[in-house]
């Protein structure tokens, strides 16, 4: 070994935002590089992935479900995705994945 010490990278977000169209823009960065990463119908995505999660594990109604998501779940539930997205692109392969991808 000649001395140096390989640091490992990771990402961090910078910040979230939400375009006019309505996409979630999630900017990250890795050591000196930024991304960005577009999630057009999040909203939507996340709301019916959640309400078929709690239904499926929970037995919850649709009334339980609206109760939970419009008294905070909503935001909580956006806020676990988003650090998820983070979590994902803090691989090396795909962080070069997100590099590379066309929006």
């Keep these: 070994m000649n001395g140096l010490v390989e640091k490992k990278l990771t990402t961090k977000l910078v910040s979230v935002k939400e375009s006019q169209a309505g996409e979630l823009i999630i900017k990250m960065r ?44 909503e935001e909580k539930e956006i806020k676990r995705e988003i650090n998820a997205t983070v979590e994902i692109y803090n691989d090396e392969m795909m962080w070069e994945e997100l590099k590379n991808m066309e929006w």
């Design 30 to 73: 890795r050591g000196n590089e930024e991304n960005e990463y577009a999630w057009a119908g999040y909203r939507a995505d996340i709301y019916d992935a959640e309400l078929e999660f709690r239904q499926s594990e929970f037995d919850w109604t649709q009334e339980q479900f609206d109760k939970y998501w419009n008294n905070g779940g």
